[in-house]
């Protein structure tokens, strides 16, 4: 069974996002929601409308395919134009809507091209292009950028989420880039083995994970044990503790051992022994060199610690 | 090849290659210059002297453009059988997983394996026990059994390197299946299909072994050719029969391979998928 007893809301002209480790069921989710699978129990509705068993091409829901899927024996407008001619709307009419549509994705002039003539991001707009010509009330996206270099996948999400802005469309997409999720979406649903672990806003799931492996997945957060837990706050409980919320303090605070250093760009990566908890610790340059073995000490504040209610994950 | 820095292949290997040209095709122009020969009772050579009279006498055989005409019907009949059962069979063990499914592609390659011999005389003994006259139909039958292979054999190839996901974006855009076959699936198999059509048609045109054995009274084409051999009645026309066939076949192998080549295509990377 790919996905069991996953229940959750998505709002009209949400961007929602579905995160999660790759086979934790969040295609599924996605492709349920398309209609290319069907669900053995339970009930998918959209727009209060009950849809299992209904086919894909009977669903108001436009997908972006991860490998975009673009037809590679028609031009660019042939692609952006398919599900207009499928419905039959005239051909100069369906041309000039995949003209527009084609601006829309910052592609004007490139429709008499095949797709094998296009660069990884430009067949992304045109996949992005083809869907959001017929007006979906919802679009998915599996991985959408997975495909893209760095620089670019940057680019793209800030102009998805414009894209979302503008048309006010529900955007559904699923990605196992857990910063992707948090900088897009609206609201953001963390997967596991099938299972929806949390559901809540970027800032809800990152500083209030739910479960070990929500705080670890996300953010790839410190999970204190209990009895550490219970020292510092009276609760035995696990908690998490986000890494750059630790902070190199020159008295009080706690005792701990430089394990490892790492530089990361932005911020110096410490691997901490405090005691016998193991923690990571994301500090600013200004700590100055420190080597494995250094002694300092560390402090945060009391509402860094996040208890998560029992075991969990 | 050029590695010592030499401007071209060793004397030696160029006279092996035309050697091995000559072995191969030397034989066809025999049958071409016998099919001009004055001489019409044995094959002798040098031919006594030439004439154009036997295309004539060709024209006007009545036997002749029967057998033709039934080569070409079966043929063309088993060809489209074998394009329909082929598409389909490649569809379902490229497209679905399901138990058995390398056993059923194994199944379906085995008759281009067997020996026609062995195919012919199973095939008989079928077509005798479920007492089927042996007709027409018998011949498309045992002819459509090596057919679907080819064609099989072409389109899982191509199906294995089209996306499937092609089919759910059609299917998502809101095509049903018959559109989505029509618009999207047909357009990406269809020299496939073709280059796999004019094999079966060839492969059928030219079939003798099966034949043999599937065929009540009717005689197609290479039957006939065989029947002439034996008895010696206008020689000649035989082979102003082959030079025609050869000439006529010509044409749809070149037109193959220069559709499946380059003009028209859909993919640059899809020239290798011929059986």
Redesign the interface.
């Known amino acids: 069974m790919a996905v069991d007893r996953v229940d959750m809301a998505v709002e009209e002209g949400e961007f929602f996002a579905m995160l999660g480790p790759s086979g934790s069921g969040k295609t599924t989710c996605l492709r349920l929601i398309a209609g290319f699978e069907q669900p053995s129990e339970g009930a998918i509705e959209i727009f209060g409308e009950a849809v299992a068993g209904v086919p894909p091409y009977r669903r108001q829901v436009n997908t972006v395919f991860q490998d975009y899927a673009l037809f590679p024996h028609l031009s660019v407008t042939d692609n952006v134009a398919y599900g207009l001619m499928i419905k039959g709307v005239a051909k100069s009419e369906r041309v000039q809507a995949a003209e527009e549509a084609l601006e829309m994705v910052r592609l004007p002039g490139y429709g008499s091209r095949k797709p094998s003539q296009l660069s990884g991001g430009q067949r992304q707009r045109v996949a992005l292009a083809r869907a959001l010509v017929n007006k979906p009330k919802v679009l998915l996206l599996d991985e959408p950028l997975g495909a893209l270099d760095l620089k670019l996948r940057e680019d793209m999400q800030e102009e998805l989420k414009a894209l979302q802005r503008a048309l006010g469309i529900t955007f559904i997409f699923v990605t196992h880039d857990q910063g992707e999720a948090l900088s897009m979406a609206d609201r953001v649903a963390v997967f596991n083995e099938g299972r929806v672990m949390q559901v809540g806003t970027p800032r809800e799931v990152y500083h209030k994970p739910n479960t070990e492996f929500v705080a670890g997945f996300v953010g790839s957060s410190n999970v204190l044990p209990e009895t550490f837990v219970e020292k510092l706050t009276g609760t035995a409980a696990l908690a998490s503790l986000r890494p750059e919320t630790i902070k190199v303090v020159k008295k009080g605070g706690h005792e701990a051992e430089v394990l490892g250093t790492s530089f990361t760009g932005a911020a110096t990566k410490l691997v901490l022994r405090l005691g016998d908890v193991q923690l990571n610790a994301l500090v600013d340059h200004e700590v100055g060199d420190l080597k494995a073995g250094d002694k300092i000490r560390v402090n945060w504040t009391p509402g860094s610690v996040h208890l998560m209610g029992g075991a969990g994950g | 090849m050029r590695s010592d820095g030499a401007t071209g292949a060793p004397v030696a290997l160029k006279v092996g290659a035309g050697a091995g040209l000559l072995f191969m095709h030397l034989p066809v122009l025999l049958i071409f210059v016998y099919a001009f020969t004055t001489e019409d009772r044995t094959y002798q050579w040098p031919p006594p002297g030439f004439t154009l009279k036997w295309l004539a006498v060709t024209w006007n055989r009545p036997d002749v453009w029967e057998a033709l005409q039934l080569s070409v019907k079966v043929a063309s009949i088993s060809t489209v059988v074998a394009l329909v059962l082929g598409t389909l069979c490649a569809a379902a063990v490229s497209r679905t997983a399901f138990f058995g499914r390398e056993v059923i592609s194994l199944l379906v390659i085995l008759p281009i394996a067997l020996p026609g011999i062995i195919t012919g005389i199973a095939l008989r003994s079928a077509f005798n026990l479920a007492d089927i006259p042996f007709s027409f139909w018998t011949i498309v039958l045992g002819h459509a059994t090596f057919c679907v292979v080819v064609v099989y054999n072409n389109a899982v190839a191509r199906f294995r390197r089209t ?1 499937g ?2 089919v ?9 299946g018959f ?1 989505t076959f029509r ?2 699936v047909l ?2 198999i269809a020299t496939a299909l073709l280059a796999g059509g004019m094999l079966a048609f060839a492969l059928s045109f030219d079939e003798v072994i099966v034949t043999t054995f599937t065929a009540g009274q009717q005689a197609t084409l290479p039957i006939w050719m065989l029947e002439e051999l034996v008895r010696p009645r206008q020689r000649p026309v035989t082979n102003v029969v082959a030079m025609v066939v050869v000439l006529v076949t010509f044409v749809p192998i070149l037109a193959a391979y220069y559709l499946t080549q380059g003009g028209g295509s ?3 990377e899809r020239q290798s998928d011929r059986v």
Request: charged residues 15%; glycine residues 4%.
């Open positions: 996306a996901s092609l759910e974006a059609s299917m998502d855009l809101g095509a049903n559109q618009y999207v357009p990406n859909l993919r640059p």
